[in-house]
């Protein structure tokens, strides 16, 4: 028992260790200079960290883990490992929902958007598994090929409504994920997707069980369709979240899952808090990554995570076999 | 107790199952045989709550099956499926400890500890406890597969086709595994199986069924007759005894 304990804490620590090393890393760089030893001083420096830089690495944290958490459970309701809320019209029919909550009732609140969005999600993911379901299980790639095209179809939609009601800047801001403009009072709704996270993990064994298919599941009593319901809200609303907050961010939720359940195993219970932390590291370091590399000037973190996520992805198709 | 009462299924306008009754008493193993297409299967997997029962009326236990809630159902009854395409990466360990949900909740107790052992070493699984399901050989995750029904430990097991994949030593060891379960736990099970021997030499009873009725029902010796097995299989099969077990010559 200690032997297992010591070999889960190790790696625990030292992911911990990284977590909080891109955390620090993540409050001092950036345009306005709030390097250390200004911190010592100026009381300036503290002003920018409370109200830009600590909302924002917050942000990442807790998208990053929400969008990572989000991809590992919908890969369980569709028994595929290679489809995510970006690619599988979720974040789309968010994008849509907030795009129609703004067109109908242009006054509503934040949370009262983020709302419509999260019921346009359900929808549009709901309909996303159903054919999923219908698409024959000995070929894999159907399904997230099918994702790929039902989330460009439903994208071009909301687009093309978007553009007629001259309301792409919006759009385009709900569909590019960025941090930059993530401040203190802006970002707190995307606790929520925290709460989430929480949610998978104590429903973390039923959520496996779903993944072995619906015999599976009813053979060990569980309620298939409420089960199903309950996934279906965890990935709509962390991606609601994160399409109304920030935008919408690719390849987390498919990376970070597949690197995690590769070493570790489909089971929920193990893979989840892993599968949050590899997310939220992530995130906040491509967000470094997009501050840095044309210093001044700052890359959106969707665009940076576009290219490290492929190659990630690329490597865990073909890299090495486990 | 399993019973069944004027049971009829149709998918597609096509009738799968014809008004069929069965009444299996507690204890023992019963063998569903019958050529592709009689509703074997679909008859098992309507006894295991898997599809709405059309018409008809189930009670497992004296719990109706499509009004008990499942939750107390899975402490009754658990169904192994034919091709389970279970390509997970659960470790098999992981796997099998899953068939003591209903009774865990997900929390394993000392108890729940001991039967996934004892569940792992009956199917030679101890090797390959740490491994992921996905990399195991078909008869292997058969296997697993198998013994997290058994984990289940419930009165009554329902197995589909559970001979699939396994080569002759686990299949006849798993035939022994179940005759001893019905002798010494007093469960009841019910598998469809392809082999008649397989059904002859360890059931105590053989249901034939056709065209999604029940053709012909008894112990295996009155069951094993050239006549009976030429109206169920269509075709002529010797049969002959061995050490006083009827044995069908069915592939000559």
Redesign the interface.
Same mark, same amino acid.
């Given at each position: 028992m200690t032997a297992i304990a010591a070999r889960l804490t190790r790696p625990g620590f030292a992911a911990g260790g990284a977590l909080a090393l891109l955390f620090v890393v993540s409050l001092v760089v950036g345009v306005g200079d709030v390097s250390l030893s200004r911190l010592t001083h100026d009381p300036e420096a503290w002003r920018l960290v409370f109200a830009s830089r600590l909302p924002r690495t917050l942000a990442a944290v807790l998208a990053g883990a929400g969008l990572a958490v989000a991809g590992l459970v919908m890969q369980a309701l569709a028994r595929n490992r290679f489809v995510e809320p970006t690619t599988a019209g979720t974040d789309q029919s968010a994008a849509a929902g907030v795009l129609l909550m703004t067109l109908l009732w242009p006054s509503s609140s934040l949370p009262v958007k983020t709302a419509g969005a999260a019921a346009a999600a359900l929808a549009g993911t709901s309909v996303f598994l159903a054919v999923a379901h219908r698409l024959p299980?000995?070929q894999p790639f159907l399904v997230p090929l099918f994702g790929l095209i039902y989330g460009a179809v439903l994208g071009s939609a909301a687009m093309f409504v978007a553009w007629q009601a001259d309301l792409i800047q919006f759009f385009e801001i709900w569909t590019r994920g960025e941090f930059s403009g993530v401040l203190r009072g802006r970002y707190e709704l995307l606790w929520l997707s925290a709460a989430m996270v929480a949610l998978a993990w104590w429903a973390?064994?039923?959520l496996? *069980?779903l993944?072995? !298919? +619906?015999?599976?599941s *009813? !053979?060990?009593?569980?309620?298939y369709q409420a089960m199903m319901r309950l996934g279906l809200v965890i990935v709509s609303v962390v991606s609601a979240l994160t399409v109304v907050v920030v935008g919408m961010i690719p390849f987390v939720g498919l990376v970070a899952p597949n690197l995690v359940? +590769?070493a570790l !195993?489909?089971?929920l +219970?193990r893979a989840a808090p892993w599968t949050a932390f590899v997310g939220a590291a992530l995130t906040l370091g491509c967000d470094i990554l997009g501050r840095i590399v044309r210093y001044p000037y700052e890359i959106p973190v969707g665009t940076i995570l576009g290219a490290v996520g492929a190659a990630l992805f690329l490597w865990l198709l073909f890299g090495r076999r486990a | 107790m399993i019973r069944i009462e004027n049971v009829s299924f149709a998918r597609g306008g096509t009738e799968i199952l014809r008004d069929v009754s069965l009444e299996l008493p507690s204890g023992g193993v019963t063998a569903i045989v019958g050529p592709n297409g009689a509703g074997k299967s679909t008859l098992l997997?309507l006894i295991?709550? /898997?599809q709405p029962l059309q018409a008809g009326r189930i009670t497992v236990g004296g719990h109706a099956v499509d009004s008990t809630?499942?939750? $107390?159902?899975?402490?009754v009854l658990?169904?192994l %499926?034919q091709d389970?395409?279970?390509a997970? %990466? /659960?470790?098999v360990r $992981?796997?099998v400890a @899953?068939?003591r @949900?209903?009774h865990s %909740?997900?929390r394993l107790s000392n108890e729940d500890r001991a039967h996934v052992a004892a569940s792992l070493a009956a199917f030679g699984l101890d090797a390959f406890a740490e491994r @992921?399901v996905e990399t195991l050989s078909g008869g292997q995750r058969q296997r697993a597969l198998i013994a997290m029904?058994f984990c289940?430990d419930t009165p009554c097991l329902l197995l589909d086709e559970p001979l699939n994949n396994l080569d002759m030593f686990h299949a006849r060891d798993l035939m022994r595994r179940l005759r001893a379960a019905a002798d010494e736990r007093g469960r009841t099970v019910v598998a469809v199986l392809h082999d008649i021997n397989h059904a002859a030499a360890y059931a105590d009873r053989i249901v034939a069924m056709k065209d999604g009725r029940v053709v012909a029902d008894g112990p295996p010796a009155e069951l094993m007759t050239p006549e009976t097995l030429e109206r169920v299989f269509g075709h002529r099969i010797r049969v002959t005894t061995i050490d006083g077990r009827p044995v069908a010559l069915h592939h000559l």
């Open positions: 299980p000995n973390a064994d039923r496996t *069980i993944s072995l !298919g +619906r015999d599976v *009813i !053979g060990l009593g569980l309620d359940t +590769r !195993g489909d089971d +219970r | 997997s295991g709550r /898997l809630p499942g939750a $107390e159902l899975a402490k658990a169904i %499926r389970n395409g279970v997970s %990466r /659960l470790r $992981e796997l @899953f068939g @949900f209903p %909740r997900g @992921f029904a289940q």
